[in-house]
């Protein structure tokens, strides 16, 4: 509880003012707003006019004003569209001319009142027709100050259960992008976020969490989308400090300044006075009384907007449902699943303003939805989201709410984007992304870029020519179909069945008892006792013979030498595990070949499915993303020649899901994306070599980890070997861990 300021998101890393600021010089006497109140439903148009006078006598004012078309001459393609290029139409309607008298010091509103009688049209998402109002001043004759305002000719209502624009009942379906980059800035990167959602089918956006610049709400205004506008007043940041006076205060002015900022726009639908401020208290778990102290606060400041704008009804504090009946509509944020039971039973209009798994969903969470495949790659993980998603929008969205978003299509739906890097054989670095190659010039407005680096962002508006706009994942594609103006449409996803788990029928044991050579005080000793490896040194006539390779001696192979001559002649299994480092040189004496190790590390394995041993070891067996404590059951990899003679059974897997579960939002997608493209050299961690008549396995997996869940693996990894260690169990996975919100997802 250390900020007492409405915190935003994702912004505090960014260092002084990161918009453009204008100074405007005004005459004397000008108008200092204009705010356009259109009443659809009445065939009324009313302005209410400020005017001002800072000079030290009186004047008489004359205003008269005009309506205008706002002609959009923006392309269609990649390049010309997300440009400014418009110009005033014909004239749409003439305002009834008024003479004012300003006092010295006055500032007087005017109220300004007109029939629009068919001559302005309507704007809709379909339809975004725009409008300019030039009010003109003059004193004694001479034009002094001309204000313009854009507005749409629109009226938004709510009826029951659901919202009204222009009379016809309309469902919001949209997107929320946190701020995670200065590239948020750009209009072109805005332009190409509602590209998207207009492709998906969507009609509805919602600058998360912050005032967002003033760009995002122009182009929403032109390209017809609906915009739920929010403050900053950020409660999953976990930093609001509601004990304070003053946080209350700042956020009623930024709320006020928000309304008298964007109550213009006519693709403003409602406000959001605050997100998941439920968070603060899940966090701090306050007695009762000071919870109701926190909830009556922030009900005052949901009774800030119809003071200001009284032409829009719809106010949330999204996520808080509705403060116990105080806000005219229900919000609740949704995780995996679906839940038609939470939806409550009442006549007013119902927001699931975020939803699904996308950036909390670990692979167990999605198992049931995909089975293994939540496990193997960035795509199949996707696929499980596009599932869950699909049979929300058709049994949920689409029958009961009247406005539904995923949690960022444009972070989850999509994939991250390899802006100006196309060489996988190496990491990025600071030569690759996209330059612009000319330099920054002082007081140009907008956004002006030295570099954008590759995969800090989803789209490509034009920049690296060799990649498309953006490039859809199956959650796209499934929330697409589900959308389909005829319906839900056939998808790929457009199906669940609970995925039950199916255990591996592991081979009859061969080997009852094993030879172990090396460190019998040691940490592998140690494992293999935990395990139920029944080690006995004196048992010269067993078939599997277990070699410390970080610690085994030369006299430890001479004193064994026989015992491995017969398995060698006779047949066995020799396994040789490398922990660490490079294995002792008397090792190397056993070997077809070199044997090379390269540092790696990574949190999950996979089997490999053409051998006998590693198709029994599915991904679910060798994932220790979860695990306490050093995650990375894999310090190095096996390479070299010796891979030429051996086949594989267990090598690191396509996707380390710690990159993923254990990293902030903010780069959680572009590591693991990065990660999958990465080119490696050929690699394993554990192979199978020809040893004459028996068999050799090399493992590099790290045995220094003991654990419930390390045990169970290497259970597991025996029973593959037909290694009698008793049964094999399910893996162990920590259930007392303390839930983050951030991380895990949200809570009822």
């Given at each position: 509880?250390?900020?007492?300021?409405?915190?935003?998101?994702?912004?505090?890393?960014?260092?002084?003012?990161?918009?453009?600021?204008?100074?405007?010089?005004?005459?004397?006497?000008?108008?200092?707003?204009?705010?356009?109140?259109?009443?659809?439903?009445?065939?009324?148009?009313?302005?209410?006019?400020?005017?001002?006078?800072?000079?030290?006598?009186?004047?008489?004012?004359?205003?008269?004003?005009?309506?205008?078309?706002?002609?959009?001459?923006?392309?269609?393609?990649?390049?010309?569209?997300?440009?400014?290029?418009?110009?005033?139409?014909?004239?749409?309607?003439?305002?009834?001319?008024?003479?004012?008298?300003?006092?010295?010091?006055?500032?007087?509103?005017?109220?300004?009142?007109?029939?629009?009688?068919?001559?302005?049209?309507?704007?809709?998402?379909?339809?975004?027709?725009?409008?300019?109002?030039?009010?003109?001043?003059?004193?004694?004759?001479?034009?002094?100050?001309?204000?313009?305002?854009?507005?749409?000719?629109?009226?938004?209502?709510?009826?029951?259960?659901?919202?009204?624009?222009?009379?016809?009942?309309?469902?919001?379906?949209?997107?929320?992008?946190?701020?995670?980059?200065?590239?948020?800035?750009?209009?072109?990167?805005?332009?190409?976020?509602?590209?998207?959602?207009?492709?998906?089918?969507?009609?509805?956006?919602?600058p998360h969490a912050q005032p967002w610049p003033r760009v995002y709400y122009d182009l929403a205004d032109e390209m017809g989308l609906m915009v739920l506008d929010e403050d900053a007043l950020f409660g999953s940041s976990i930093a609001l400090n509601l004990e304070e006076d003053i946080t209350w205060k700042r956020t009623a002015q930024q709320i006020t300044r928000l309304i008298l900022r964007d109550r213009n726009h006519p693709?403003?639908?409602?406000?959001?006075?605050?997100?998941?401020?439920?968070?603060?208290?899940?966090?701090?778990?306050?007695?009762?009384?000071?919870?109701?102290?926190?909830?009556?606060?922030?009900?005052?400041?949901?009774?800030?907007?119809?003071?200001?704008?009284?032409?829009?009804?719809?106010?949330?504090?999204?996520?808080?449902?509705?403060?116990?009946?105080?806000?005219?509509?229900?919000?609740?944020?949704?995780?995996?699943?679906?839940?038609?039971?939470?939806?409550?039973?009442?006549?007013?209009?119902?927001?699931?303003?975020?939803?699904?798994?996308?950036?909390?969903?670990?692979?167990?969470?999605?198992?049931?939805?995909?089975?293994?495949?939540?496990?193997?790659?960035?795509?199949?993980?996707?696929?499980?989201?596009?599932?869950?998603?699909?049979?929300?929008?058709?049994?949920?969205?689409?029958?009961?709410?009247?406005?539904?978003?995923?949690?960022?299509?444009?972070?989850?739906?999509?994939?991250?984007?390899?802006?100006?890097?196309?060489?996988?054989?190496?990491?990025?670095?600071?030569?690759?992304?996209?330059?612009?190659?000319?330099?920054?010039?002082?007081?140009?407005?907008?956004?002006?870029?030295?570099?954008?680096?590759?995969?800090?962002?989803?789209?490509?508006?034009?920049?690296?020519?060799?990649?498309?706009?953006?490039?859809?994942?199956?959650?796209?594609?499934?929330?697409?179909?589900?959308?389909?103006?005829?319906?839900?449409?056939?998808?790929?996803?457009?199906?669940?069945?609970?995925?039950?788990?199916?255990?591996?029928?592991?081979?009859?044991?061969?080997?009852?008892?094993?030879?172990?050579?090396?460190?019998?005080?040691?940490?592998?000793?140690?494992?293999?006792?935990?395990?139920?490896?029944?080690?006995?040194?004196?048992?010269?006539?067993?078939?599997?013979?277990?070699?410390?390779?970080?610690?085994?001696?030369?006299?430890?192979?001479?004193?064994?030498?026989?015992?491995?001559?017969?398995?060698?002649?006779?047949?066995?299994?020799?396994?040789?595990?490398?922990?660490?480092?490079?294995?002792?040189?008397p090792v190397s004496e056993l070997l077809p070949a070199d044997l090379k190790f390269m540092p790696f590390q990574t949190t999950a394995l996979q089997g490999d499915s053409t051998n006998a041993a590693g198709k029994l070891l599915n991904l679910r067996d060798t994932y220790f993303s979860e695990m306490d404590g050093d995650k990375y059951i894999l310090k190095q990899m096996i390479t070299g020649n010796i891979l030429n003679h051996s086949s594989i059974i267990l090598k690191p897997a396509k996707t380390d899901w710690y990159l993923f579960s254990g990293a902030p939002e903010n780069r959680k997608c572009a590591?693991?994306?990065?990660?999958?493209?990465?080119?490696?050299?050929?690699?394993?961690?554990?192979?199978?070599?020809?040893?004459?008549?028996?068999?050799?396995?090399?493992?590099?997996?790290?045995?220094?980890?003991?654990?419930?869940?390390?045990?169970?693996?290497?259970?597991?990894?025996?029973?593959?070997?037909?290694?009698?260690?008793?049964?094999?169990?399910?893996?162990?996975?920590?259930?007392?861990?303390?839930?983050?919100?951030?991380?895990?997802?949200?809570?009822?």
């Amino acid at each position: 509880m250390s900020a007492t300021y409405p915190p935003g998101s994702n912004t505090s890393d960014l260092i002084g003012i990161w918009q453009d600021v204008f100074l405007q010089a005004l005459p004397p006497v000008h108008v200092d707003s204009v705010f356009a109140k259109p009443a659809v439903d009445k065939n009324e148009l009313e302005f209410e006019v400020k005017l001002v006078n800072q000079t030290r006598h009186s004047n008489s004012v004359h205003l008269s004003g005009i309506i205008k078309e706002w002609v959009n001459h923006a392309g269609n393609d990649i390049v010309s569209a997300p440009e400014i290029n418009w110009d005033l139409g014909k004239t749409a309607l003439r305002l009834k001319n008024v003479t004012v008298l300003l006092k010295p010091g006055e500032a007087k509103t005017i109220i300004i009142k007109t029939k629009v009688e068919g001559k302005l049209k309507l704007w809709s998402p379909d339809h975004p027709n725009l409008y300019t109002v030039l009010f003109n001043t003059r004193i004694n004759g001479k034009d002094i100050d001309c204000k313009t305002e854009r507005f749409g000719w629109r009226q938004f209502t709510i009826k029951d259960k659901f919202f009204y624009l222009n009379g016809e009942k309309i469902q919001a379906f949209g997107d929320l992008q946190h701020p995670f980059g200065p590239y948020i800035t750009s209009r072109r990167f805005a332009w190409a976020w509602y590209k998207m959602i207009k492709d998906f089918g969507g009609n509805a956006v919602r600058p998360h969490a912050q005032p967002w610049p003033r760009v995002y709400y122009d182009l929403a205004d032109e390209m017809g989308l609906m915009v739920l506008d929010e403050d900053a007043l950020f409660g999953s940041s976990i930093a609001l400090n509601l004990e304070e006076d003053i946080t209350w205060k700042r956020t009623a002015q930024q709320i006020t300044r928000l309304i008298l900022r964007d109550r213009n726009h006519p693709s403003v639908f409602g406000w959001s006075v605050g997100n998941e401020i439920f968070a603060i208290a899940l966090l701090n778990k306050p007695t009762a009384d000071v919870a109701k102290v926190w909830d009556d606060k922030l009900a005052q400041l949901a009774q800030l907007p119809p003071k200001l704008d009284p032409t829009r009804v719809v106010v949330t504090s999204d996520g808080d449902k509705d403060l116990d009946g105080r806000l005219p509509v229900w919000s609740k944020h949704f995780g995996h699943g679906l839940k038609l039971d939470q939806l409550p039973a009442i006549n007013k209009p119902e927001i699931v303003g975020e939803f699904g798994a996308t950036y909390y969903g670990k692979p167990r969470e999605l198992f049931p939805f995909v089975g293994l495949k939540a496990y193997g790659s960035y795509y199949q993980r996707n696929e499980a989201l596009a599932i869950d998603l699909y049979q929300n929008v058709v049994q949920m969205a689409r029958p009961f709410l009247a406005y539904f978003s995923p949690s960022e299509v444009c972070w989850f739906g999509i994939e991250h984007m390899n802006l100006g890097y196309h060489d996988y054989s190496r990491p990025p670095d600071e030569r690759d992304g996209i330059f612009p190659g000319k330099p920054y010039e002082e007081g140009k407005p907008g956004y002006q870029y030295e570099r954008i680096p590759p995969y800090v962002t989803t789209f490509n508006p034009g920049l690296d020519p060799q990649l498309p706009l953006y490039k859809p994942l199956p959650l796209f594609e499934a929330l697409k179909a589900a959308l389909h103006k005829n319906g839900p449409a056939p998808s790929n996803w457009d199906h669940y069945q609970d995925t039950a788990w199916q255990r591996p029928a592991y081979p009859a044991a061969i080997y009852h008892k094993a030879v172990f050579i090396g460190d019998t005080t040691g940490r592998l000793a140690t494992l293999l006792t935990q395990t139920g490896v029944d080690i006995n040194p004196q048992n010269d006539k067993a078939s599997l013979i277990i070699i410390d390779g970080n610690k085994v001696t030369a006299d430890d192979l001479n004193r064994h030498k026989a015992l491995i001559d017969n398995v060698r002649k006779n047949g066995g299994l020799v396994w040789i595990l490398v922990s660490n480092g490079q294995p002792s040189g008397p090792v190397s004496e056993l070997l077809p070949a070199d044997l090379k190790f390269m540092p790696f590390q990574t949190t999950a394995l996979q089997g490999d499915s053409t051998n006998a041993a590693g198709k029994l070891l599915n991904l679910r067996d060798t994932y220790f993303s979860e695990m306490d404590g050093d995650k990375y059951i894999l310090k190095q990899m096996i390479t070299g020649n010796i891979l030429n003679h051996s086949s594989i059974i267990l090598k690191p897997a396509k996707t380390d899901w710690y990159l993923f579960s254990g990293a902030p939002e903010n780069r959680k997608c572009a590591q693991i994306v990065l990660y999958e493209h990465l080119k490696r050299p050929p690699n394993a961690a554990l192979i199978d070599i020809p040893f004459d008549a028996a068999c050799m396995y090399i493992c590099a997996v790290d045995y220094n980890i003991i654990n419930p869940q390390t045990i169970q693996f290497w259970k597991k990894l025996f029973a593959a070997a037909a290694i009698n260690t008793g049964r094999a169990n399910a893996t162990h996975v920590n259930g007392n861990k303390k839930h983050d919100l951030l991380m895990d997802g949200p809570v009822n």
